[in-house]
């Protein structure tokens, strides 16, 4: 019998060093970005990571942010326009990814400042912050920034951590076989990420939203709200504080779904303190015309609002 727990003993003993070892292994950072592309959102993660790492044109402004940011910032037009304007040559990039997840976005803006002599950083907020960690996290983390994400209140701590390791072990397999450990998609060849669409919103779909919306708003609880914010919040000054230790003026883009009731007190409240915030109009925000569907501007809409980040921008 003592044999047998021995035996255990050294069975556990040795499992805990190979999942730390596993753990101590680093990801080659172009492998991360890449297996996100398995996730969708037309190949751009690996599109990031040229931009980032690759690319060596500088980026002096980077938006970051959700499907929101990708369809409403016109990074392209941006730069065109601050140059006709002031003969500055302002490069503008558009480094958007498709869900929710602020411990994502800090991880990306990790790499671009210690990579790009960033200038300016617009980040997006909504009218809530995501209660839940970007489903690319568990993937593009360090070892270090993935045990030190938030715990308390964080449903997607622990969730993380499996996923993380079932990659690592992807990765090491992968490694050691020599296999092809490039997870190829089709990459966009353009440097900008502006990814605009023509679509018109349908105005009965855009008041159901509207109306659900709003029966979601009656329904919350102050508290328990604050405290699932908390792990996204915390993110959200991580990046304040690592923009201003590298003397990077940080801006919040607010965009809003249609549907959206977030009181613009509250976000003032919230964000004021961090870094500037860019309302847009709330006439662009409540016409429908501008709307390719509840959750995205369309061409219409984008135009306005790459117009006011034109003049919200132009002291860096």
Partial sequence: MKKFLLSILLFLVLLVAGVIVLFLIPVDRKYAYDFLSKG????????????IFEDTTNIDIAFIGTSHTMCAVNDEWMQKLIFDSTGKSISCRNLSFCGYGRDYDYVVIKDLIEHKKVKALVLEIREEEPQLGHLAFPYISSTQDLFK????????????IYKAFIFRLQYLRELFTHEDIKHKTDISTSPFGFNGTNASADENELRKNMVRAQKREKNKISVIENALNAPSLFYVKKISKLAKSKQVKLFFLYLPAYSGQADRKEIEATYSSLGKIISPEEKVLQDKINWADNQHLNLRGAEKISQQLVSAVDSI
Avoid: H, M, T, V
């Fill in 149 to 160: 994400a938030p715990k308390y209140f964080n449903r997607s701590y622990l969730p993380a």
């Fill in 40 to 51: 969708g959102c037309k190949g751009r993660p690996p599109w990031i990571y040229q931009r």
